[in-house]
């Protein structure tokens, strides 16, 4: 069982991108998908598209790697596309029963496309470039206000960390359940789905027990270790804004104030269009 | 100086049935009276359910015994507000190396225990450093803990222990799921401890040959101390021991075996060495 694709998909290199802190590339992330939303017009996504290909280039992870994490999206994205070509009101080119294309379907079609495809290479750059261990910590310290209101943080981000690390010791328990049952002749490969769901109750049982165990385990060998939560806890690798960071916070900034000037511009623009032309009739 | 200093400590368990209501009393530890001293290397040995990982568990003051005390550096391990500075005298290093490795790095989990005792980040960068240096794991501290051999982890989670600067470490049973190499790993892993760095053990064990080295050697059985003694003073009690459910060593039985059949060997021999010279002369 490959054990390594499960956490998460980092690509391991050196760029600026991978060295940047985990909450300027949270809060970047976030900050860029909003913007997506907010602007609807092929100008904006030229901007955007600019934004990530630059982004793109500075964290040295090759395109095709980047490509693959848009293959399980692919019948989704195509899926939203068809609809819209098909089913959008509008100045219709061609007409079949319910079905026609019209000049409008195709032009949200192609903006739905755009938007899909910034939007996942965005979130999973994000992925690519931040270890799941840095990702914990940069949620840690953004929601670190939430204390306030006693959430908890810590907590969270610790199960969080604790589930990572985890989920390959269980994967390979369960490998080895699978292993121990079918040798007793327990079949996981029927065709009918209900035996199949059946056959998985005697996997899941004794996953559990040992589950459970090792978290007791866990719980002991962390307190021996003086865990008593998050409060007075020092960190090894300890998140400071360097100048980078600053710089990027800098950039995105630019960025979103140059999206909303040309997406107000362009709704102006297009404001005086609709006037003129109701004007001229 | 006595780092352990244990007076009449008796820790029972209460068998409770469905309604609650006490089924019988289990007697794990019986008016144990042990000491031990700065920079002396003890093993606890002892069969399944002797008692032994009771006790260990009560020098980390994760148990606390039921009447009696428990001093660890003259603190009274049932003391709540001692409880993280006992943690911090006497570290320990369990079972089973996968469910007490905390960090998903290394060096990260090394660092868990200096981290929760609030130790400043260049303080911990230096100890992680120096404790996987001592155990020699040095050259694996970026690596994923997954990716290791049951030594290998077993060495980390001691690194762990010792980057918190103990001045005791307890471990409880630290090979019973290694492989024979594994094993011979961690032994000598804590003879450098003890010699060097002058870091008292208490090595809780059920197999003799790792108890060969130690400075003291106590026998537990049901609960009480059976036997104490120097190695040599143990190893010739062969029949008492395997009363106990103990195994001796194939090469100190070997001897026992001779000598009972006449042949003048001296009358505890611990290693292979040891026979040869003996039969040669």
Redo the contacts between chains.
Sequence with gaps: MN?EATLGQYYQTDSVIHRLDPRVKLVGTLLYMISLFIFNNIFCYAIAAVFLIVVIILCRVPLTHMLKGLRPILILMLFTVIFNIFFTPGEYLWQFGILHISKEGIKTAILILIRLTLLIISASIMTLTT???RLTDGLEKLFAPLKLIKVPVHEMAMMM??A??FI??LMEETDKILKAQTARGAGFDSKKLTTRIKSLIPVIVPLFISAFR?AS??A?????????GGE???????LKYAARDILSYVFMGIYIISLTAVGIINAKISLVNAIADIVSK | MKIIKSKDVTFEYIKRDENGEVEGINKALDNINLDVKEGEFISILGANGSGKSTFAKHINSILMPTEGTLWVDGMDTSDEDKILDIRMTAGMVFQNPDNQIIGQVIEEDVAFGPENMGVETAQIRERVDEALKTVGMLDYKKNSPNKLSGGQKQRVSIAGVLAMHPKCIVLDEPTAMLDPAGRKEVIRALRALNDVEKITIILITHYMEETIYSDRIFVMNKGKIAMEGTPREIFTRVEELEEFRLEIPQITRLAYELRKEGMRIPECVLTIKELCDALSR
Excluded: F, Q, V, W
């Excluded at chain 1, 007075?232 to 300890?238: A, I, Q, V």
């Design positions: 054990t270890t799941p261990n960390s604790i990572l690390r390959p010791i090792r385990d866990l002991l060998a962390m307190e021996a270790r003086c865990y008593h007075g806890r020092t960190k090894l690798y300890p």
